[in-house]
């Protein structure tokens, strides 16, 4: 099989193109934007076509979507505090761009195309967990922008047919994330002896799911799921913040003393939670319990400090 992996340098895409380049014939094509990292790649070197290029590009994408039996949309600017700071980028790339991307699927008679998005559309939810039938409800500029582009792949699966799928996943973790989000940050923070900061009063839940979890159940998607459906990717943990770093500090050795209270995020939803029965239903089910992902994602990074070392300025 064909595929294009678009944002295959990032920390989710880049993890399903070493778990498949190889067994299918993968092309990538990534901005290399701040958090597109080659060094993501390297596992696989050898084993992929890169394209260096803007999913927003449409001459790019003319020349490069056609021939591709599966497209998998991982390209988007994914930071909630830097959408807050300066959304632009955000609606270029989680609007504009799926627009561009599914126009030329569209010209392109592309078969199959899986677009990946986040739990962060609805909102927050105070009880229960949301189906894939809740409305959309985003407060950051972040979560705007992908509902957006959301609706954007759906308006071309209505319209003209387009066959895209739409996957919403939880809060991701694993290997080669970049160190602005809390695992990570708070992982090469306390390797480093050094403070780390907890929004508010640290009861924001989360639904906590490994990388590789999320990347078999896109792959799924992609063989078996229905166009213009979409698909929750449910975590193995909800957890407060307060708890994440608690066991953060547990599997580092580290006091609370190391933790420094800062003031929350604007508009910090509270809780978010989803259902998965439809994805169950075409035959996945989670590998990774999230004890075992966390004790291997910080080995990871205890292990690869040359990696992460080079990335770490201006993140906190």
């Known amino acids: 099989m064909k595929i294009l992996v678009t944002g295959g340098a990032g920390f989710i895409g880049s993890h399903f193109v070493r778990s498949y380049a190889g067994a299918d014939e993968v092309t990538v094509l990534d901005k290399l934007t701040y958090a597109g990292n080659p060094a993501n790649l390297a596992p696989a ?3 992929f076509t890169f394209v260096h290029g803007d999913i927003c590009d449409a001459e790019l994408l003319r020349k490069v979507v056609p021939g ?6 991982f390209a988007a600017e994914t930071h909630v505090d830097r959408s807050i700071a300066g959304a632009g980028d955000f609606v270029h790339s989680n609007v504009l761009g799926v627009q561009c991307l599914m126009e030329a699927c569209l010209d392109a008679g592309t078969p199959r195309v899986v677009h990946i998005s986040t739990d962060e559309v609805y909102g927050s939810i105070e009880t229960g967990s949301w189906d894939e039938s809740a409305p959309l409800n985003p407060n950051s500029p972040y979560a705007a922008a992908k509902a ?11 319209t003209h047919g387009l066959p895209v799928s739409i996957t919403r996943c939880g809060n991701n973790y694993g290997p080669y994330q970049y160190p602005e989000k809390v695992i ?3 992982t090469t923070r306390l390797l480093d002896g050094l403070k780390v900061p907890l929004y508010g009063d640290g009861r924001n839940v989360r639904d906590w799911i490994h990388v590789d979890d999320h990347c078999r159940a896109v792959r799924l998607v992609a063989e078996r799921g229905e166009a213009g459906e979409v698909y929750h990717v449910a975590g193995t943990a909800e957890l407060t913040n307060r708890e994440l770093t608690a066991r953060l500090l547990e599997a580092l050795g580290a006091p609370w003393r190391c933790v420094e209270h800062v003031p929350d995020r604007k508009g910090h939803d509270r809780r978010y939670s989803l259902t998965d029965d439809k994805l169950r239903a075409l035959g996945h089910t989670p590998r990774i319990t999230f004890e075992r992902g966390l004790a291997e994602t910080v080995a990871w990074y205890a292990a690869n400090r040359r990696w992460w070392q080079p990335l770490m300025q201006g993140t906190g």
């Open 45 to 47: 070197e050898g084993r």
């Open 68 to 73: 591709h039996d599966v497209v998998v949309n």
């Open 148 to 158: 957006g582009g959301d609706l954007i792949a759906l308006a071309y699966a209505r």
């Open 184 to 186: 990570p940050l708070f």
